[in-house]
């Protein structure tokens, strides 16, 4: 089992790891109104030290848009495990799609944690001497 680290920058839940879960809530620091047409960079109110060799990985939850018509503006925020000092509060960016409001301590997107990318070397060739599935796009096709 690995230990994180974490540090709270405001009375929020504390983070658990769901039950029956691979992800793990965030909530929102702050009370936040966001107008349609804009974003916000809202605080998660936590920084962590991830283990050595892992990364973040930070997506709406499921019922984010849902709930808030926001949009995670980078899809998915990934935070290295450098990102560990006391002034290193995770946030996230948020597109509002309708006027919304945030409120203090609601769940609005989750995390994981990923193994790092392993060191990786690419080789220049002139064919790969594989078959060919059709091309972008073409799974489903009938």
């Given at each position: ?7 709270y ?15 793990v ?15 916000r ?49 995770w ?21 994981r ?30």
């Amino acid at each position: 089992m690995q230990t994180i680290k974490i540090k709270y920058f405001a009375p929020i839940t504390p983070i658990a790891p769901a039950p029956n879960g691979d992800w793990v809530d965030l909530r929102a620091a702050e009370d936040i109104d966001i107008p349609s047409g804009e974003y916000r960079i809202v605080r998660l109110g936590v920084a962590m030290q991830l283990p050595e060799g892992y990364e973040g990985h930070v997506a709406p939850r499921s019922s984010t848009f849902k709930t808030w018509h926001v949009l995670q503006t980078n899809s998915v925020a990934v935070i290295d495990n450098s990102f560990c000092g006391d002034n290193d509060e995770w946030r996230v960016c948020l597109y509002a799609t309708e006027d919304t409001h945030i409120a203090f301590d609601d769940r609005i997107v989750q995390f994981r944690i990923i193994e790092k990318q392993p060191e990786l070397h690419f080789e220049t060739v002139e064919t790969l001497g594989n078959a060919d599935r059709g091309g972008f796009g073409s799974s489903g096709r009938a």
